[in-house]
């Protein structure tokens, strides 16, 4: 049963594309997150949620938007890609302020 | 620039020795330092947390030594195993919500 799921695995797509990546979580967590993750596994926080508020959002490029249709799921839409976007891109929740759980992550690569 | 140094950036022990990773900080308004353990495909996943007015947390063979005044904390790893190989991350958390990530411990631990 898994906690946090984001779909899909593995994205791969041209420049200049539009592209989406879905995450659910069913712990019932008040907080939900976007990290990306970069060639040198260095974790940066994108985004974070708080019972579908935004509450942070880091010096992202106005491409990626996230949104939250409830508690539950946190998608993130990225216009125009570029070859820097290429990351793996994980989700994450948890109870707010504390612990996170992380999604397995997907793995966008941009050409 | 990084909130959080950590080094080394790699690490290889002995079965059954010892395995430290080091963080240290500037920003005094962190206030909560949780460590990830990271499979190579795998999302982290939360190993062990330590608050500030705490100098030692003992969880299993896992050990956070935090020391305020220097800014710094550790994590040991005791008995160290194969199965221990992976990615450590040291964490910082800002404002509630925000967490700061360190750039990463690739631990081998050769049998």
């Known amino acids: 049963d898994t906690a946090v799921s984001q779909t899909p695995k593995y994205l791969v797509t041209q420049m200049g594309n539009d592209k989406s990546i879905k995450c659910e979580q069913n712990l019932g967590h008040d907080t939900m997150y976007w990290y990306k993750q970069d060639s040198k596994k260095f974790l940066k926080i994108m985004f974070s949620y708080n019972n579908k508020e935004l509450i942070i959002n880091e010096t992202v490029p106005n491409r990626f938007s996230p949104k939250s249709p409830d508690k539950a799921h946190l998608n993130l839409h990225i216009n125009s890609l570029e070859l820097g976007d290429s990351a793996v891109y994980f989700c994450?929740?948890?109870?707010?302020?504390?612990?996170?759980?992380f999604g397995p992550g997907t793995r966008l690569t941009v050409t | 620039q990084q909130q959080v140094k950590q080094s080394p950036q790699s690490l290889i022990v002995q079965k059954g020795g010892i395995s430290i990773i080091n963080c240290a900080y500037e920003?005094?308004?962190?206030?909560?330092f949780p460590w990830y353990q990271q499979f190579p495909g795998k999302g982290p996943a939360l190993l062990i947390a330590i608050r500030p007015d705490v100098s030692e947390k003992k969880e299993g063979r896992f050990t956070i030594s935090f020391n305020k005044s220097a800014k710094q904390f550790s994590l040991h790893i005791m008995d160290s195993q194969p199965g221990d190989s992976a990615t450590y991350f040291c964490?910082?958390?800002?404002?509630?919500?925000?967490?700061?990530f360190g750039s990463g411990t690739k631990l081998n631990v050769k049998p």
């Open positions: 964490a910082a958390r800002y404002n509630f919500n925000k967490f700061y």
């Open positions: 994450a929740s948890g109870p707010s302020g504390y612990e996170q759980y």
């Open positions: 920003n005094t308004a962190f206030d909560y």
